[in-house]
């Protein structure tokens, strides 16, 4: 039901680009208006959570240690997953990020008779994962050449590269990072509904972003490869340069589908910094991963530690054992009183 | 309740309906409320517990009353759903940590299959995932513009006493071991939600007995186990006198002696219940042997701290006796005994919410003049750090053979590993004390150990069932090395483990038992002027007493 209720969301989305953009004067509504306001939420938004993050400390130093830590000479010290000095932190803070290496230990375990419990290597979520992440950025950056004028050498280069364009012959060239976003949409997709734990703890937000961005791909695909009606390139990029020398001008008319893809793009920047999607920040924040092992070392400094906070004294628990220690040879602080002799 | 028979229970972990089992529960987990019976819950705290807590500077544990979790009235305060909200917003301005796990969960589960109430419960909600869920449900209604916005479609739903009564199930039904971490991609610690409900819980009057009452203790007497003075005393000199029994050598040792180099501090477990008792006779025959100048206290006579289960507030005052002890002997620095929860306050909080000890100074060996860099700060050094050293330096003779009969493997504790990074130290030194070790298999040990299943103080007997399902993963891979290299012997370095696994192991492995790593080195241990007690082996034959200090009690 949450995928049916996101699915219908995203449906609803294509639907109010299609037809509005149908609609007389209203392609500067979604062809400037609303990707200018999109981007300005998208930049407001995120910086906004990450101050939101950096205002609240860090009162203890928690990281997660995954090996040895710097103990004795003759011990190795693992330094990618228990670091010390910041140079390590940063290493293990770089793989993290950019090879996603805690999911790359991720095991599948299994309960069998006897009972017995097996555990194995499973690895597909990271394979996902990386092909996903990696084929979104490449696109982002492809795209760049529809923004700037002249496009820059390198990013031929990139073009050149993601279309495998040596093993290509016709046009337009297909891109692999296209086919692998695809792949992965639906590799994340597909496992959400088949692993069972996974699908019952998603929510329409883990489903949404997922049709989001299939139909974010499917449609920038179309617009290239089939629905070519009134899909002239120099047009969109007259408009796309426009946009960011803020000299924004919708001189052709432009096809259907490239306001239901810019729509979508702006739907998803908008939703961006109020959803799960602030991982990407959050990734670089997390104390137990960006924190160095060096806690006995270097005092960690908590802002908010209570100095009033004391232990029940030494003098308050001797007052109430004294008479238990002295008899049992234990040294004190006060001597017991002088006993009254009775009598 | 009684515990489940064996076979009962094995059965029912493999074949029972649960999410872990392929049974996917028809209901949303939103639409499914908790119930108590009991067995699935531990006691709640008593009145005068609470009160005791509350009645103490710094310290906030209101709502002190009589009441059950299998009633339906929790005699909650008439604002206890304001306080809630306004103590949650409070937290999520102190700790990063609380904001960052709240917002970055993508729910990709990585983390579902690491835990080990989920592998022997099966239950949804023990997926670390849905476990901080319970929270971060609240968090989205109530602080997200999303949640306020779309309600229930974001994910989000109203506080009210169901979600509080669930709060209540499964953040007991967590031993903060950190072992979801390891694998989160963004490194979300359920450990840190799981304090967090735990506080929250606290600001309403909800906790359990059996972390508050020791807890209580830890304040008033010293130690959790609430021994006097000379209670304390009494029991460490028994010991040294079973020691001197054995080996034949008296045993020096002193409390709350001013002027001594080292203040030793071990759980109090440790000198009072099997094994533990047997890991601090180890203690005492190392110190005695090579005659370090060390003073037990007994107002400073627990390392554990069972503050650490309940708010950070608790666990500073508690941890606070450490320094003041340290400052008042004036001690040279600290020793810290094998403990694990214990070593995650020493390692990770004590210096920040009680240092700076600048009335110590940097651990320095005596016998090996080695400096303990690492500690130079906190001025703590755990015992397996102080004692691998003495063996790399040959300080000390060994005679592993004195071990013949034990067939060990090593099992990391959660707070040691996850929390300090000390895997290798225990290790070195069960290389040179036992004649041949075992590890259990590599995604149940280092920084992939499974908890014993009854950590942050859920070590009570109410629970039984649910302990021996959670312990299920461990006692599994111990199993393993059992049946393929005949263990005997789970060696570790944390108190409540040698409690905790001494259950597990008589429920799961009879036949296997368990000790600390300093008990292996006691025995394993060739004094000076020693004249070891002597008895008989299989064949008759005059020999030492081949089961060393365990022959004693």
């Given amino acids: ?343 | 309740m009684a515990l489940a028979k064996l076979e009962q229970l094995s059965k029912s972990v493999v074949q029972g309906p649960s999410l872990a089992t392929g049974a996917v529960p028809t209901k949303d987990w939103m639409d499914t409320p908790v119930i108590f019976k009991e067995g699935n819950f531990a006691y709640p705290a008593k009145k005068e517990k609470v009160e005791y807590l509350d009645s103490q500077e710094g310290l906030s544990f209101p709502n002190a009353r009589i009441w059950s979790p299998d009633e339906d009235d929790w005699k909650l305060p008439e604002d206890w759903q304001e306080t809630i909200l306004k103590g949650l917003k409070e937290r999520l301005d102190k700790f990063r940590s609380l904001k960052i796990f709240m917002d970055c969960c993508v729910r990709c589960g990585a983390c579902a299959d690491k835990c080990h109430f989920f592998l022997g419960t099966g239950d949804p909600k023990n997926m670390p995932v849905l476990r901080a869920e319970l929270l971060r449900s609240v968090y989205r209604n109530d602080f997200t513009l999303a949640g306020k916005l779309f309600g229930k479609m974001a994910g989000g739903r109203e506080m009210t006493v169901g979600v509080l009564k669930e709060w209540f199930m499964y953040s007991y039904q967590c031993t903060e071991c950190r072992r979801c971490s390891v694998f989160c991609p963004y490194g979300i610690d359920t450990a840190e939600v799981t304090m967090m409900i735990r506080e929250l819980l606290h600001t309403v009057g909800i906790g359990i007995n059996w972390i508050l009452e020791p807890a209580s203790n830890s304040n008033r007497t010293g130690n959790h186990m609430g021994l006097q003075p000379h209670t304390f005393k009494d029991n460490v000199d028994f010991l040294a006198e079973d020691v001197e029994n054995l080996t034949g050598v008296k045993i020096n040792h002193s409390f709350n002696r001013k002027g001594a180099e080292v203040l030793f501090i071990t759980p109090s477990a440790d000198v009072f219940a099997e094994p533990g008792l047997y890991t601090a006779m180890g203690y005492l025959a190392l110190f005695e042997q090579i005659g370090l100048d060390y003073t037990w206290s007994t107002y400073a006579s627990e390392g554990g701290n069972f503050g650490l289960f309940t708010n950070n507030e608790l666990m500073k005052k508690l941890n606070a006796k450490m320094y003041a002890e340290a400052k008042r002997l004036g001690v040279k620095y600290i020793i810290g005994g094998e403990c694990g929860h214990m070593w995650r306050v020493v390692h990770q909080y004590m210096d920040t919410m009680n240092g700076p000890a600048d009335f110590l100074e940097v651990p320095r060996s005596p016998i090996t003049g080695t400096v303990f860099d690492n500690a130079r700060s906190t001025k703590m050094i755990h015992i397996s750090e102080f004692t691998a050293d003495l063996i790399r330096h040959g300080k000390i003779k060994l005679d592993p053979s004195r071990n013949k009969n034990v067939r060990a493997t090593y099992h990391d504790s959660c707070n040691p590993a996850r929390a300090m990074g000390l895997l290798d130290e225990p290790r070195y030194i069960l290389d040179h004390v036992v004649p041949e070790w075992f590890e259990m298999p590599e995604n149940t040990i280092r920084e992939q150990t499974f908890c014993c299943g009854s950590g942050t103080g859920l070590n009570t007997d109410e629970i039984m069932e649910l302990r021996m399902r959670a312990g299920l993963p461990r006692a599994n891979a111990v199993k393993h090395v059992i049946d393929k290299h005949d263990v005997n012997m789970l060696s570790c370095v944390c108190a409540i483990d040698r409690a905790t696994l001494s259950s597990l192991m008589g429920y799961w492995n009879p036949g296997c038992d368990v000790c600390g790593v300093s008990e292996l080195v006691g025995n394993a241990l060739v004094m000076d002027n020693e004249k070891r007690a002597m008895g008989y082996d299989a064949e008759g034959n005059e020999s030492e007493l081949p089961d060393g200090f365990r022959t004693m009690v």
Avoid at chain 1, 6 to 15: H, K, N
Avoid at chain 1, 125 to 145: G, K, N
Avoid at chain 1, 254 to 259: A, N, T
Avoid at chain 1, 295 to 315: C, E, G, T
């Fill in chain 1, 1 to 343: 039901m949450k995928y049916a209720f996101s699915f219908l969301a995203v449906l609803a989305l294509v639907l109010i680009a299609w037809l509005g953009s149908m609609i007389p004067g209203m392609q500067y509504l979604f062809g400037v208006a609303i990707p200018y306001l999109a981007i300005l939420i998208f930049l407001g938004g995120f910086i906004y959570r990450v101050v939101q993050w950096a205002k609240s400390p860090v009162p203890f130093s928690i990281p997660t240690t995954c090996g040895q830590g710097k103990s004795l000479d003759f011990i190795k010290q693992d330094k990618l997953d228990c670091p010390t000095k910041t140079s390590e932190v940063v290493a293990r803070m770089f793989l993290e990020i950019f090879a996603f290496r805690s999911l790359f230990r991720n095991t599948k375990s299994e309960l069998h008779e006897g009972p017995k419990i097996t555990y194995e290597s499973s690895r597909w979520l990271w394979l996902a994962a990386l092909l996903f992440h990696y084929s979104f950025l490449v696109i982002i950056i492809r795209h760049m050449r529809l923004f700037l004028n002249p496009v820059p050498q390198w990013l031929h280069f990139l073009d050149f590269l993601d279309a495998g364009a040596m093993l290509q012959v016709g046009a337009p060239l297909l891109y692999a990072s296209d086919l692998a976003i695809l792949a992965g949409v639906l590799f994340l997709f597909g496992r959400r509904l088949v692993n069972r734990n996974v699908r019952y703890i998603s929510l329409a937000n883990d489903y949404f972003p997922l049709f989001l961005i299939f139909a974010i791909a499917s449609t920038g695909i179309l617009m290239r490869y089939f629905l070519r009606t009134d899909i002239d390139i120099v047009n969109i990029k007259e408009l796309l340069v426009g946009l960011v020398t803020f000299h924004p001008v919708i001189n052709f008319k432009i096809g259907s589908i490239f306001y239901i893809h810019v729509f979508l793009v702006s739907a998803l920047l908008i939703y961006f910094p109020f959803s799960k999607l602030m991982h990407m920040g959050g990734v670089f924040m997390s104390p137990t991963r960006n924190m160095a092992n060096d806690s006995r070392a270097k005092r960690h400094i908590n802002p908010w530690n209570d100095p009033s906070i004391k232990p029940h004294s030494y003098a308050g628990y001797e007052d109430e054992f004294r008479e238990f220690m002295v008899d049992a040879g234990i040294p004190v602080e006060k001597e017991l009183p002088p006993k009254k002799d009775e009598e």
